[in-house]
């Protein structure tokens, strides 16, 4: 989240507001009520601001969407993905897919920046999991961070 320009923007007003406020008080003498506290709420609002709005609207779709919280299905091939959900059947190729990533407890299969496929460890047995970190390793083209 912190990549794009916005929230690095955002965040670096945030800290100039708190580091303003600072100044007030240590070089100028005055205290945190007034003007110089606003210049801390300002701050602290520029920096939490963003991720807490990214989070309420993340939340606001899953809760709206029924569809997010079906089960999916996945089989995974030296083709691509396939995906199986009660009302969905889709296939994606491999030279579609963005880029994989490992969690502690995830794989995040990327279509694009924003658009991924969470697949929980837990699903996995210990043999497939090591199978499916090796057909990663061996897919053409493919981005792979695992751990």
């Known amino acids: 989240m912190y990549r794009k320009a916005t929230i690095i923007l955002f ?21 945190f009520v007034g003007e110089t506290n606003t210049l801390l709420i300002v701050g602290i609002i520029f920096i ?28 995974f091939s030296p083709d691509g993905v396939k995906m199986t959900a009660p009302d969905v059947h889709s296939f994606t190729g491999w030279n579609k897919v963005q880029r ?15 658009v991924f496929h969470p697949v929980p460890k837990k699903d996995f047995d210990r043999g497939a999991l090591e199978l499916f970190r090796m057909l ?4 053409h083209g493919l981005k792979v961070k695992l751990k």
């Open 11 to 31: 965040s670096a007003v945030g800290v100039a507001f708190i580091f303003s406020n600072f100044v007030a008080k240590v070089y100028f003498g005055m205290s």
């Open 136 to 139: 990663l390793k061996s897919t």
């Open 48 to 75: 939490l601001g963003p991720s807490v709005i990214a989070w309420f609207q993340a939340y606001t779709a899953w809760r709206s969407s029924p569809a997010f919280r079906e089960t999916i299905e996945y089989a």
């Open 100 to 114: 994989v990533i490992e969690l502690r407890d995830w794989f995040l299969i990327y279509q694009n920046r924003m």
